[in-house]
């Protein structure tokens, strides 16, 4: 009877970044539970490859090739989708750099893809979710992929920690605006998952060595770990859950 409430068919779940890393293991594992997924991402390859894993477990799938941060592309592709239930705000980056080194372009950039981008994403999919009409019965749910760096400080990632703590910020902020909807709004804060974009950061030994210092469960994530907790609160199991973290951490935040 509980587990019923894990169930997401019928549900259209829409997915940033989702051609590789965390953003690719979200749309798989979001399938698997039921969902359809419409994904987005730059590179159309790595969608088609996506696609064809997400056909096989008999559900649809939507692909877009689209920059989540040129406006004008994200609101054509939202007017094109018929529904939406789920989002999954997962694009984003990070420079790495010493606070005093940050070059201005990297520090623009990343304010436009991990908070302009992820803000107008979100703003374009409600204004898509309210229309549908029994919208406040069926509930739904956007889910804004932060990082344990909303929450605590790191040595060369203040750009990073601006953007993750703005992002948990706009989450309250929008979880507020938008419970009369039934739409619930959270994010997700891992440590570091073993993905494409972090594996250049994990083969500097030092840098491996301190992070895992740094973790009481003494590794890394796995996508699967991340990507299972995006569908729980993506379910009507976490139905009473809205404006807070799910801190997928190994402990790091709890010291």
Same mark, same amino acid.
């Given at each position: 009877?509980?587990?019923?409430?894990?169930?997401? +068919?019928?549900?259209?779940?829409?997915?940033?970044?989702?051609?590789?890393?965390?953003?690719?293991?979200?749309?798989?594992?979001?399938?698997?539970?039921?969902?359809?997924?419409?994904?987005?991402?730059?590179?159309? &390859?790595?969608?088609?490859?996506? #696609?064809?894993?997400?056909?096989?477990?008999?559900?649809?799938?939507?692909?877009?090739?689209?920059?989540?941060? $040129?406006?004008?592309?994200?609101?054509?592709?939202?007017?094109?989708?018929?529904?939406?239930?789920?989002? =999954?705000?997962?694009?984003? @980056?990070?420079?790495?750099?010493?606070?005093?080194?940050?070059?201005?372009?990297? !520090?623009?950039?990343? =304010?436009?893809?991990?908070?302009?981008?992820?803000?107008?994403?979100?703003?374009?999919?409600?204004?898509?979710?309210? &229309?549908?009409?029994?919208?406040?019965?069926?509930?739904?749910?956007?889910? $804004?992929?932060? /990082?344990? !760096?909303?929450?605590?400080?790191?040595?060369?990632?203040?750009?990073?920690?601006?953007?993750?703590?703005?992002?948990?910020?706009? @989450?309250?902020? !929008?979880?507020?605006?938008?419970?009369?909807?039934?739409?619930?709004?959270?994010?997700?804060?891992?440590?570091?998952?073993?993905?494409?974009?972090?594996?250049?950061?994990?083969? $500097? +030994?030092?840098?491996?060595?301190?992070?895992?210092?740094?973790?009481?469960?003494?590794?890394?994530?796995?996508? #699967?770990?991340?990507? #299972? /907790?995006?569908?729980?609160?993506?379910?009507?199991?976490? #139905?009473?859950?809205?404006?807070?973290?799910?801190?997928?951490?190994?402990?790091? @935040?709890?010291?």
């Amino acid at each position: 009877m509980y587990l019923k409430k894990y169930n997401l +068919k019928n549900k259209y779940a829409l997915v940033t970044g989702a051609g590789k890393g965390l953003g690719k293991a979200c749309s798989i594992a979001l399938a698997e539970a039921g969902a359809n997924v419409i994904i987005i991402s730059r590179t159309s &390859k790595d969608l088609t490859l996506v #696609s064809k894993i997400i056909k096989k477990l008999k559900v649809k799938c939507k692909t877009y090739t689209c920059d989540v941060t $040129n406006y004008n592309q994200v609101k054509s592709v939202i007017n094109q989708i018929p529904k939406i239930d789920i989002l =999954v705000n997962n694009a984003g @980056t990070n420079f790495p750099e010493h606070f005093t080194e940050v070059k201005r372009s990297n !520090m623009e950039y990343m =304010v436009k893809i991990n908070n302009i981008a992820a803000f107008n994403l979100a703003q374009l999919c409600t204004l898509k979710m309210i &229309k549908t009409k029994n919208r406040k019965k069926i509930g739904g749910s956007i889910i $804004n992929m932060s /990082s344990q !760096m909303g929450h605590v400080g790191g040595s060369i990632r203040s750009v990073y920690n601006m953007n993750k703590h703005g992002l948990e910020g706009l @989450t309250k902020g !929008m979880a507020i605006d938008l419970a009369k909807y039934n739409i619930r709004v959270n994010t997700i804060c891992p440590t570091f998952v073993v993905t494409p974009m972090t594996s250049k950061f994990l083969k $500097n +030994k030092k840098f491996k060595r301190e992070t895992l210092n740094n973790i009481p469960l003494g590794r890394f994530a796995e996508m #699967s770990e991340v990507a #299972s /907790s995006v569908v729980f609160l993506a379910s009507d199991a976490a #139905s009473m859950i809205t404006g807070t973290s799910l801190l997928v951490d190994g402990g790091w @935040t709890a010291k």
